[in-house]
């Protein structure tokens, strides 16, 4: 029988639904994200919100994830960043366009300790050729002060598989 084969951003979206009020279920997703992109899985980010073109998360402070400063090393910073602004973007998509990170630079403010809070809200532009867009996710303390600024360019394109409205199909359950 076939299915529709919604974009990645719709299936975060469903599991997101699926699991996010159950007991562990944001736990759970977490574990998931990680589990899809390994690496990032290594800094233990936990999602808390989520929605199209927006995420907050967070990041524990342990010893798996600080520097010789007594602080948050400056790539689980940027780790954490760049999968905030990726749910955020990926999310946000329609299936007509597709997107790649081309870029990451961040801006350290302040040294990172304690339960780190980050924060990304992008608005998606309408695509008719590659382009590349920004998108920045901030990460405060439990003060409330930026301790990073993480940017991530993104580039745009028309995805040649899918048309906006349209729909794709596979065969399975």
């Known amino acids: ?5 919604p974009s990645p951003g719709a299936r975060l979206l469903r599991t997101w639904d699926r699991l996010s ?14 589990r899809g992109a390994p690496y990032t899985g ?22 798996q994830v600080r520097n010789h400063l007594d602080s948050i090393h400056a ?11 990726g749910l955020a973007m990926m999310t946000g998509l329609p299936p007509s366009i597709r997107g790649i990170v081309s870029g990451l630079r961040a801006e350290y403010l302040k040294k990172a300790r304690g339960l780190l ?3 990304c809200r992008c608005e998606i532009p309408e695509v008719r050729e ?15 002060d930026t301790v990073t600024r993480v940017t991530v360019d993104w580039l745009l394109s028309p995805n040649p598989n899918e048309r906006e409205g349209s729909t794709s199909s596979t065969t399975g359950c």
């Open 42 to 63: 290594t800094v233990g980010a936990r999602i808390i919100e989520l929605e199209p073109g927006y995420v907050r998360s967070q990041l524990r402070d342990r010893k």
């Open 117 to 119: 809070d980050v924060e």
């Open 130 to 144: 590659p382009a590349e867009h920004e998108v920045i996710s901030v990460i405060r303390d439990a003060g409330g």
């Open 21 to 34: 009020g159950l007991p562990g279920g944001k736990r759970l997703f977490s574990w998931l994200v990680g």
């Open 75 to 85: 790539v689980a910073l940027i780790n954490v960043g760049e999968v905030t602004s």
């Open 1 to 5: 029988m076939a299915r529709s084969d």
